[in-house]
Nanobody, 127 residues
């Protein structure tokens, strides 16, 4: 069985920061590309960021570029999304997903089927 668990969400004021974590259990994170996605209320799923298994490729969407950073620590079986200068439009449920052999780049990075998904963590940016 494979399981991903996100944590670190919460309520933050505009301009604030949060660090999301994605922990893998019952599988080895080092063999998987990790993606971060979000879903705003009433909206569809949006890809946010991606990091390959060895971290030699990373990608962030233009809407969060310069504010969000994706990292991973394979020894801890954990991936992270550091979010800075948060805006109200960043509000939503954030999910991590794992996929074997997927590349991270500007074209079709978040498309298709991913092997595993976490349950999501809520991020609310509001005054």
């Amino acid at each position: 069985q494979v399981q991903l668990v996100e944590s670190g969400g919460g309520l933050v004021q505009p301009g604030g920061s949060l660090r999301l974590s994605c922990v893998a259990s019952e599988w080895t994170l080092e063999h998987y590309t990790i993606g971060w996605f979000r879903r705003a209320p009433g909206k569809g799923r949006e890809g946010v960021s991606c990091i390959t298994s060895n971290a030699r490729q990373t990608y962030v969407e233009d809407s969060v570029k310069g504010r969000f950073t994706i990292t991973r620590d394979n020894a801890k079986n954990t991936a992270y999304l550091e979010m800075n200068d948060l805006k109200p439009e960043d509000t939503g449920t954030y999910y991590c997903a794992g996929d074997r052999g997927r590349l991270c780049g500007p074209h079709s990075t978040f498309s298709g089927s991913w092997d595993s998904w976490g349950q999501g963590t809520q991020v609310t940016v509001s005054s």
